[in-house]
């Protein structure tokens, strides 16, 4: 079956341009997470939906980052006004129905470079 | 509170030898303890978890080790191979996943 799918898989932008980036979970997968791993780093959480509501929001760094989801499938994370520091890579996870925080399946992420 | 530490940063094996990752918590809350293997270009990947209520796991070569009352657990890869190179997170659940900075494992062929 299919797994977690990110869009795009690489993305160059200019400072200040807003940027948006896609995640396809899997399909009946209830819980979508937002994470983000900076070279040489941990991951950072940044969000949690589940289904279209987010219950958590506490990791987004700043009012230019919002995430939304629709049809309890497609995400979408936005970062508006990019800055150099917002490089790096952005991790899509889901889980299945059950516990929340269950297992999480990882998409490949997208390489958000700010130059 | 809500860090967890993970020693070494890299760490270089022979091929057959034990590779050996540690991790430290302070948040007794944390309730669930998984390790994930990142290839490079790939998400990360579930290798093992552990309860706190138990204090070993084994899954064929990979072991984690849990010390509940030092608050740390480790990650022992047995026999290691040169297809375990990768980078390997700790991460505890709590209100939600924290992961370690993650470990660079080359096995040296």
């Known amino acids: 079956g299919a797994g977690v799918s990110q869009s795009p898989s690489n993305k160059v932008t200019e400072k200040g341009k807003d940027v948006e980036l896609r995640c396809d979970p899997i399909?009946?997968?209830?819980?979508l997470y937002w994470y983000r791993q900076s070279l040489g780093q941990g991951l950072e959480f940044l969000i949690y939906?589940?289904?279209?509501?987010?219950?958590?929001k506490s990791g987004l760094p700043s009012d230019r980052f919002s995430a939304e989801r629709t049809g309890g499938s497609v995400s979408t994370l936005t970062i508006q006004r990019t800055q150099q520091e917002d490089s790096a890579v952005y991790l899509c996870?889901?889980?299945?129905?059950?516990?929340?925080?269950?297992?999480?399946?990882f998409g490949p992420g997208t390489r958000l470079t700010v130059l | 509170q809500q860090q967890v530490k993970q020693s070494p940063q890299s760490l270089i094996v022979q091929k057959g030898g034990i590779s050996i990752i540690n991790c430290a918590y302070e948040?007794?809350?944390?309730?669930?303890f998984p390790w994930y293997q990142q290839f490079p270009g790939k998400g990360p990947a579930l290798l093992i978890a552990?309860?706190?209520?138990?204090s070993e796991k084994k899954e064929g070569r990979f072991t984690i080790s849990f010390n509940k009352s030092a608050k740390q657990f480790s990650l022992h890869i047995m026999d290691s191979q040169p297809g375990d190179s990768a980078t390997y997170f700790c991460?505890?659940?709590?209100?939600?996943?924290?992961f370690g900075p993650g470990t660079r494992l080359s096995v040296l062929p």
């Open positions: 991460a505890a659940r709590g209100q939600n996943f924290v």
């Open positions: 399909s009946g997968h209830t819980a």
């Open positions: 996870a889901s889980s299945p129905p059950g516990l929340p925080y269950n297992e999480q399946f």
């Open positions: 939906f589940q289904g279209n509501s987010a219950p958590d």
């Open positions: 948040n007794t809350a944390f309730d669930y």
């Open positions: 552990i309860r706190p209520d138990v």
